[in-house]
């Protein structure tokens, strides 16, 4: 996404905003229906899952081109058998993913990875290690952006299946899936984590024959 119809000083200001996609209107709010979560224009009434959200917060830029990009951390949480666990989001993009959430502009990807994972599951004090750093054009958020950079990371050891897995507000149906059982499933994956699976799978297979 490109951000022509931003006006210039709130690109510059600090501040947080929130655009209607459609309309562009500064009016959006947003509200959980039927378990997931939507943005709501109070100017012209639409409606939808996403909305342009700049959020001095979190770490955005432009490219050259003029596409809004992200910065996020992930986790797959492996266990003794070699899977992965994945829940269903509640907020867009939906379908099954890991623990992630974007980088905040004051902490380095793997601090974010360690917030992420507590946040998200409830798992805390369990040593990461970072896989790849990778950017996936392509990849849109409830935020508005359509590109994301990638920094991937797995749990050092195993983790049991038992382990009690408090998801949450933008997760439900924690499941604990093989990476191919993850691809076949029949709530889809979402369109990122579709592409950290194909870029990391050698290491992820790696990681359950040391384990």
């Not at 979560?37 to 996403?50: E, P």
């Not at 905040?104 to 990875?113: G, K, L, S, V, Y």
């Not at 949450?168 to 990476?179: K, M, R």
């Amino acid at each position: 996404m490109e951000l022509g119809f931003v006006p210039p000083h709130a690109l510059r200001d600090g501040s947080e905003h929130h655009y209607c996609l459609r309309c562009h209107g500064e009016s959006v709010e947003w509200r959980t229906v039927g378990g997931r979560r939507h943005s709501a224009c109070l100017d012209c009434g639409h409606v939808a899952d996403r909305a342009l959200v700049l959020d001095p917060a979190i770490r955005w830029w432009t490219d050259p081109e003029g596409e809004y990009w992200h910065e996020t951390a992930g986790v797959f949480v492996r266990d003794l058998r070699g899977r992965i666990l994945f829940f269903d989001r509640t907020a867009f993009p939906f379908g099954l993913t890991i623990p992630a959430g974007h980088v905040e502009r004051r902490e380095q990807p793997d601090e974010a990875a360690v917030r992420e994972l507590r946040e998200e599951t409830g798992i805390a004090g369990t040593r990461l290690e970072h896989l790849a750093r990778i950017p996936v054009p392509g990849d849109g958020c409830r935020r508005g952006a359509d590109a994301h950079v990638w920094h991937v990371y797995r749990t050092a050891d195993a983790v049991d299946a038992d382990l009690a897995v408090e998801l949450g507000p933008e997760g439900t149906s924690a499941v604990w899936l093989t990476p191919d059982e993850a691809l076949n499933h029949p709530v889809p994956v979402t369109y990122a984590v579709r592409r950290l699976l194909d870029a990391s799978q050698g290491a992820l297979v790696s990681s359950r024959a040391a384990g």
